[in-house]
């Protein structure tokens, strides 16, 4: 297939995004634009929960790209990350060439039929356009940030038995971090940076209604502003984006009608999950709600 085509303008990136099921803001379009009209990748930095990684799923949607995606944890290394060898494979290889000698069997073992991919190879080796997500890159350290730079700049990986491998087609390439803690300037040279908060409240509106269009407008405005009162607490874990699309959701099953301490405490589990967080959420937030007809 032909490398994937850009989008024209920001106004066009913004209605692809839409179209699957993305609503996003001047500044997330423009840079999602630039990343495939530049061919630079995009770090996506916030909080946690409010659509980064959905960012690069809806960039898959909208270009027809498959998603390859590399979740990020402590520990992580080269081996999962990008490549390593297939050892036993390697020994059968070595076992049946019998008395052939080493010699003979060298150049066989290290070729491409005995590398096992991993996410990052997988993207720079694919024939196909992809969208490569680095999710939750500050959980690695600096040195697996040096190890990216090469993929970040150039789009290729350097194999030392190999030798180096471009990409045939250019990936559109998506780190996000939840900020816990800096990243190095290298590798942050080398992106398009995002923030990404939470949105304003029409903003998170208009994306309930388009998760949860049969949810009437009245109790979609009052679901928006009791999660903004529960975010506004200090929260170990405050309510994502997708927490409120899915209390929304429930909501319409429990056929609720307005929000009062009832409907709240029955639910709240929907968008508070931590112990703590529920007893601070009750009484903060629940005794505000009052009961049904002090409700309005």
């Known amino acids: 297939m032909a490398e994937a085509q850009a989008p024209a303008s920001v106004a066009a990136t913004k209605e692809a995004l839409a179209a699957a099921s993305y609503l996003a803001d001047e500044s997330a379009a423009l840079v999602s634009f630039l ?39 402590e520990g992580l290394d080269e081996a999962k990350a990008l490549y390593e060898w297939n050892y036993r494979k390697q020994l059968l290889r070595i076992q049946a ?17 005995f590398l096992l991919e991993r996410p990052l190879m997988q993207a720079i080796a694919s024939a196909e356009p992809v969208v490569l997500l680095i999710d ?14 090469e993929l970040l700049s150039d789009f290729q990986i350097t194999i030392p038995e ?18 816990s803690r800096e990243l190095t300037e290298a590798l942050k040279r080398r992106c398009l940076y995002l923030w990404l908060d939470y949105p304003e409240m029409e903003r998170e509106m208009e994306i309930v209604h388009l998760h949860a269009p049969d949810l009437p407008e009245a109790l979609t405005r009052r679901l928006v502003e009791v999660v903004r ?9 405050p309510p994502s984006i997708a927490e409120t699309i899915d209390w929304a959701r429930t909501l319409l099953l429990m056929g609720a009608e307005d929000i009062d301490r009832e409907t709240f405490e029955q639910s709240m589990s929907i968008i508070v999950k931590h112990r703590t967080d529920i007893d601070l959420v009750a009484e903060r937030v629940g005794m505000k709600l009052g009961a049904p007809t002090q409700a309005g």
């Open 136 to 149: 939750e890159i500050d959980k690695t350290d600096q040195e697996f940030e040096a190890m990216l730079l």
């Open 229 to 237: 009162m529960v975010r506004a607490l200090d929260l170990k874990k």
């Open 35 to 73: 990343a495939q009209r530049l061919g630079k990748p995009i770090l996506v930095e916030g909080p946690a929960g409010v659509g980064k990684t959905e960012l690069a799923k809806a960039l898959s949607r909208a270009s027809g790209r498959e998603l390859i995606r590399l979740q990020c944890y």
């Open 97 to 113: 060439g019998g008395e052939s000698g080493w010699e003979d069997v060298h150049g066989d073992i290290f070729s491409e039929e």
């Open 162 to 179: 190999l030798g180096q491998i471009s990409a045939s087609s250019m990936p559109i390439v998506v780190l996000t971090s939840n900020n």
